[in-house]
């Protein structure tokens, strides 16, 4: 079984930063790409930044203001949040495509998710 567990969110004014922190682990052979969604109440999940072979794609709403960094050793991924905005506040879900075993294909798996609320 794999579990994905996050931690970082919280409460932080406009202008503000946060680091967003993601850790596998579990029964693991190997994980493609991982990335972070953001849901806010009403609207569905969407993209924000995913990695994989090292090469990071974002969302145009991200505009150089968040980086995402991955460490394969640890199966951790991260998302570094800059000059946060009020708009930015959801929920943020860490996501991993996984390969449990090596007789197996990739298969998506979610964390439980993080608030992120920016507000003065």
């Known amino acids: 079984q794999v579990q994905l567990v996050e931690s970082g969110g919280g409460l932080v004014q406009p202008g503000g930063s946060l680091r967003l922190s993601c850790a596998a682990s579990?029964?693991?052979?190997?994980?493609?790409?991982m990335g972070w969604y953001r849901q806010t109440p009403g609207k569905g999940r969407e993209l924000v930044a995913k990695?994989?072979?090292?090469?990071?794609t974002y969302a145009d709403f991200v505009k150089g203001r968040f980086t995402i960094s991955r460490d394969n050793a640890k199966n951790t991924v991260n998302l570094q949040i800059d000059s946060l905005k009020p708009e930015d506040t959801a929920v943020y879900y860490c996501?991993?495509?996984?390969?449990?075993?090596?007789?197996?294909?990739?298969?998506?798996?979610w964390g439980q998710g993080t608030q992120v609320t920016v507000s003065s």
């Open positions: 996501n991993a495509q996984i390969r449990p075993h090596y007789n197996t294909g990739y298969y998506p798996h």
């Open positions: 579990g029964s693991i052979f190997d994980i493609n790409a």
């Open positions: 990695i994989s072979s090292g090469i990071a």
